[in-house]
């Protein structure tokens, strides 16, 4: 590994750590102390094991790779929630190549045992608009949508547009931030 991406690496360590501290401390009152945010490590791995091959699972993403998803992507952004010792979402996502917008690549709830499920996309969406915020991003992305159902949820949070497929680059939901 070249040492300018070892830099790179160690310099985003500590803002990815204080998005998801300020995330943490900025959940609402009824989540404060209730639900932790972290990294995706070790543990939250072979926690998501447990969901492989639960059949209320809406996709089929294999996350032993998000344990180098960072180091491919040194600026990128990594995250879970638990609920004690339940795992309840994870997600990854890095800056466009200019750095000018955040990407939400991939997310995903727990299938199962997360009596908050209905709040893990605002969770999410609060620690990556404070991640961009914190890397000097403008506007955050949502990277290819599933459905209209998916669509139409997250557009409920205000201010998303929807971008089409254009020029081989893939359909994206975009905000400010």
Not at 12 to 41: F, H, M, W
Not at 101 to 119: H, Q, T, V, W
Not at 149 to 160: C, D, E, M, N, R
């Amino acid at each position: 590994m070249q040492p300018s991406h070892i830099t790179t690496l160690g310099k985003y360590d500590k803002y990815r750590a204080q998005a998801r501290e300020l995330a943490a401390s900025n959940l609402p009152p009824n989540l404060q102390g209730i639900l932790d945010v972290a990294g995706i490590t070790h543990r939250e791995l072979t926690t998501f094991k447990t969901w492989q091959d639960q059949p209320e699972r809406k996709v089929d993403w294999d996350w032993t790779f998000a344990g180098r998803y960072c180091t491919i992507y040194p600026k990128a952004f990594d995250m879970s929630v638990w609920f004690g010792n339940s795992l309840c979402s994870l997600t990854l996502g890095r800056p466009t190549y200019k750095g000018t917008e955040m990407r939400l690549d991939f997310i995903e709830r727990s299938p199962k045992n997360c009596p908050y499920a209905g709040e893990m996309f605002s969770v999410s969406l609060l620690a990556y608009e404070l991640y961009g915020t914190l890397i000097g991003a403008n506007k955050l992305r949502i990277m290819e949508p599933m459905n209209d159902k998916l669509i139409k949820h997250y557009t409920s949070y205000g201010g998303f547009e929807l971008v089409g497929r254009k020029k081989g680059n893939p359909h994206y939901l975009v905000r400010e931030l």
